[in-house]
């Protein structure tokens, strides 16, 4: 699944997309997490949610599941951003869903303008002793954020982004590429991290993943 949201049975492997124990059950190999297509995205989070022993899903949605729900893609939410970087930052305990706090640093600080507004979101960088294991991912980077739309468009507890390291000051950030964290499955397995309160965003961000609509029984 997600890298972002740890399982918690001790059976599976975990780790995705943006680590082991630390984020979720995660399928060596998968790259599409931190990809800047939208259709290489889309498509891996499909097939990777149609995987049984990979797939967050409740067994009834997963028997019926036709593929994840997003907002039309729409360029408005594909913006430039000026990133500046928190060298000194020190690692911290970011809380999740299941109340067991994940190791995160501050990686820098992204400034925007959406919609005529000028925004920022913090940008964080996983535990270097997960990253170790997984040298693949060491170059990703972490945005949780919330927004006007949760919990009614989109889940609850927010959405992620994940993003390449960047080389310089300049990063697009490309919110159709935001997508729901294992916890918004309706399974109490995960261990989520929950968007700082610096990451909610005074706005309603109608691009990327929407919120999932379970199987009736």
Not at 189 to 196: Q, R
Request: net charge positive.
């Amino acid at each position: 699944m997600q890298k972002w949201s740890s399982s918690r049975e001790p059976t599976r492997t975990v780790f995705t997309g943006f680590l082991m124990f630390l984020f979720v059950s995660f399928a060596h190999g998968q790259t599409f997490y931190g990809t800047t297509d939208i259709k290489t995205f889309r498509e891996g989070r499909d097939k990777e949610f149609r995987n049984r022993t990979e797939s967050p899903l409740l067994d009834a949605d997963f028997e019926k599941f036709a593929g994840l729900n997003y907002f039309p893609t729409d360029k408005a939410y594909r913006v430039p951003a000026s990133l500046k970087r928190t060298d000194e930052a020190k690692y911290f305990l970011m809380p999740t869903s299941s109340g067991k706090p994940k190791k995160f640093r501050k990686f820098g600080i992204l400034t925007f303008k959406l919609a005529g507004r000028h925004l920022t979101l913090g940008v964080y960088q996983a535990d270097p002793e997960v990253l170790k294991r997984f040298p693949e991912y060491a170059d990703l980077l972490f945005i949780p954020f919330r927004d006007n739309t949760n919990g009614s468009e989109t889940y609850g507890g927010g959405r992620y982004i994940d993003i390449k390291t960047p080389k310089s000051d300049r990063v697009i950030l490309d919110f159709n590429l935001s997508y729901n964290p294992n916890c918004a499955y309706g399974g109490d397995k995960y261990s989520c991290p929950i968007p700082p309160k610096e990451n909610e965003l005074t706005a309603a961000i109608r691009a990327g993943e929407r919120k999932f609509e379970h199987s009736t029984h």
